[in-house]
């Protein structure tokens, strides 16, 4: 009779914190932007229930603006996890947000977290290409010139805006608006052509021909 102990054995590995995600991507969605991440390569035995999205702010310190990219509510497409928001809610006039300004780069990284606790933070999102940089709304514009007039109608001429000042998102529309003849006070000016009819080409033209009178 043998006295060898033969009660089964089973081995338990320990879980702990998941490995740092890959680095988040950023890409834009019509006038929306997305911070796009997925699950780590290694979780270490214990699912991953939060993230943590972290934004460069305009003071170069990253911090979790979750009005922006809020990790524990992300959204889902298939194993990818993104937030997606207006380039206004990076603008300064956002208290809530990082205070970026036009042109500056949006810039993230993201941590994982699981029952063991929060991983490292992942490497930052490429910053090199434009459509990481933020939009706002156009500068101003050159004043018109006269190109062409006649005792009824009048024609000006308007360069459109180029990037980086059409604030680097495609214009939609000019508005125009002329002083009646009153003079150049703010409440004489009135909207005589506006909206995506305008051309928005480099140098475009537009002639009015009515409510015209010499002199």
């Not at 702990?16 to 911070?35: C, F, H, M, R, W």
């Not at 947000?97 to 036009?102: A, M, S, W």
């Not at 059409?166 to 009153?182: C, K, N, P, V």
């Amino acid at each position: 009779m043998s006295d060898l102990d033969t009660t089964p054995s089973v081995e338990f590995t320990a879980a702990t914190i998941p490995d740092a995600p890959a680095k988040p991507v950023v890409t834009e969605d019509g006038s929306y932007l997305l911070i796009t991440w997925t699950v780590p390569a290694n979780v270490n035995h214990a699912d991953v229930t939060d993230y943590e999205v972290r934004i460069k702010d305009n003071a170069d310190a990253y911090g979790e603006f979750t009005s922006v990219c809020d990790g524990t509510n992300r959204l889902v497409d298939g194993s990818n996890f993104y937030c997606r928001f207006l380039h206004s809610a990076l603008w300064p006039a956002s208290p809530t947000g990082p205070e970026l300004g036009f042109n500056d780069k949006l810039i993230a990284k993201v941590a994982a977290t699981n029952s063991r606790g929060q991983s490292a933070f992942s490497d930052s999102s490429d910053s090199d290409q434009d459509y990481h940089n933020v939009e706002a709304v156009p500068d101003g514009m050159i004043a018109p010139t006269e190109s062409a007039a006649t005792s009824t109608s009048i024609t000006i001429a308007y360069t459109a805006l180029t990037s980086p000042n059409d604030g680097r998102s495609a214009l939609t529309s000019y508005e125009i608006q002329w002083d009646q003849g009153l003079g150049d006070s703010e409440a004489n000016y009135e909207t005589i052509a506006g909206g995506a009819s305008l051309p928005t080409h480099t140098l475009a033209t537009f002639t009015k021909d009515s409510g015209i009178t010499a002199g």
